[in-house]
C-alpha cells in the first residue's frame, strides 16, 4: 500500500469516528488529507468504496486478533496471548481514539451499522470472522481437554463461547468507560478466575 493510500485511509477512519459516514464529506476528507484532488481521487472515486476499504483496513486487519498466531499449547497459554493481543489492539485504537469522548465510542459502532448497511459483505464477512473465532477457541480446548488440562461437564464449544462472549461485553463496556488501556487486565483477572473453575 502507498503511503498516500495509507494517509487517506487512517485520515478517513478517524473522520469516521467523529461524524457518522453520512455526515462526512468527500471534500472534508480531501482538505483533511492535505492531497490535492487529483490526487486523492486517484485512489477512491466514491465515498462508498473509500468507506469499505477503510472497514477492511482498519476493522478486519487491524482490530481483529488472527487466532493463528496465538499458542495452542494449551488453553492458558492461548488465553493470555489472547489478551496481549487484546492489549495491543487498544494500542492502535488509540491511536485514533480519545477515550473520554462518549461520541466518538458511540461512533465506533455507528460505524458497524454503517458497514451493515452500505457494504454488501460486511455481515458476511463479519459471520465468517466470528465462525473462525468460535472455531479456534473450540479447536484449543478440544485439545486441552484431550491433554487432561481440565475437566468441565460443559460441552467445548459452551466453554468458548464463555471467553468469546465475555470478551466481547467487556470490551464494549470498557469502551463506554474510556478504559480499553486495561483490557488485557479486566479480561485475565476474569478469565483466570474461569479457568480456575473448570480446573476444578
Do not use: C
Not at 488529507?33 to 478486519?60: D, R
Not at 496465538?70 to 487484546?86: E, K, V
Request: aromatic share 16%; charged share 25%; proline share 1%.
Amino acid at each position: 500500500m502507498t503511503s498516500s493510500k495509507a494517509h487517506i485511509l487512517k485520515t478517513s477512519f478517524y473522520l469516521f469516528l467523529q461524524k457518522s459516514f453520512k455526515e462526512v464529506t468527500m471534500n472534508e476528507i480531501v482538505i483533511a488529507t492535505g492531497l490535492s484532488k487529483g490526487a486523492f481521487y486517484h485512489y477512491f472515486q466514491s465515498k462508498e468504496q473509500l468507506f469499505v476499504e477503510v472497514i477492511n483496513a482498519f476493522f478486519f486487519d487491524q482490530l481483529m486478533i488472527d487466532h493463528r498466531k496465538l499458542s495452542t499449547n494449551s488453553l492458558r497459554d492461548f488465553y493470555h496471548d489472547y489478551a496481549q493481543q487484546l492489549k495491543k489492539t487498544a494500542v492502535v485504537f488509540k491511536e485514533y481514539v480519545n477515550y473520554n469522548d462518549t461520541k466518538v465510542n458511540i461512533n465506533y459502532l455507528t460505524m458497524m451499522f454503517d458497514a451493515l448497511a452500505l457494504f454488501p459483505g460486511f455481515r458476511d464477512k463479519l459471520k465468517e470472522a466470528r465462525l473462525n473465532e468460535l472455531a479456534a477457541w473450540t479447536a484449543v480446548i478440544t485439545k486441552s481437554r484431550g491433554s487432561g488440562e481440565f475437566s468441565s461437564p460443559m460441552s467445548d464449544e459452551q466453554i468458548a463461547k464463555m471467553f468469546i462472549y465475555s470478551n466481547g461485553g467487556i470490551s464494549l463496556h470498557l469502551l463506554f468507560d474510556g478504559g480499553l488501556d486495561t483490557i488485557d487486565e479486566e479480561m485475565l483477572t476474569l478469565w483466570d478466575h474461569f479457568y480456575r473453575e473448570l480446573k476444578d
